[in-house]
């Protein structure tokens, strides 16, 4: 996963990529540490980037994606959020929302 640095960075990489996941961590996480490995196995199933942030570094994304909780699994499409996991994240559900994405995509 590539990390994405800052909120300009962001915006440029919704219009660039069609589909895109976004993992939202933050420092002194340990659901954040735990997680991350397990979103970073499932990218080689997919044909479409996965990137992710830590808001601690980047706080304009927290504010400007409405995030409250981390670690947050966004997935978009076309520039727009198509998914939103929370928290806890549950992996058979999210891999249901990306098979999902990749059908959509062709």
Do not use: I
């Amino acid at each position: 996963m590539n990390e994405v640095k800052s909120f300009k960075a962001w915006q440029e990489l919704l219009t660039q990529q069609e589909a895109l996941l976004l993992f939202v961590k933050t420092d002194h996480c340990s659901v954040c540490e735990g997680l991350y490995p397990q979103v970073e196995r499932l990218t080689e199933q997919y044909p479409f980037p996965f990137f992710y942030v830590n808001v601690a570094k980047v706080p304009e994304m927290a504010g400007q994606l409405s995030l409250f909780t981390a670690p947050v699994v966004l997935l978009f499409r076309q520039g727009k959020e198509t998914a939103r996991f929370a928290r806890f994240v549950p992996l058979e559900q999210l891999q249901k929302r990306l098979d999902e994405l990749k059908e959509a995509c062709g």
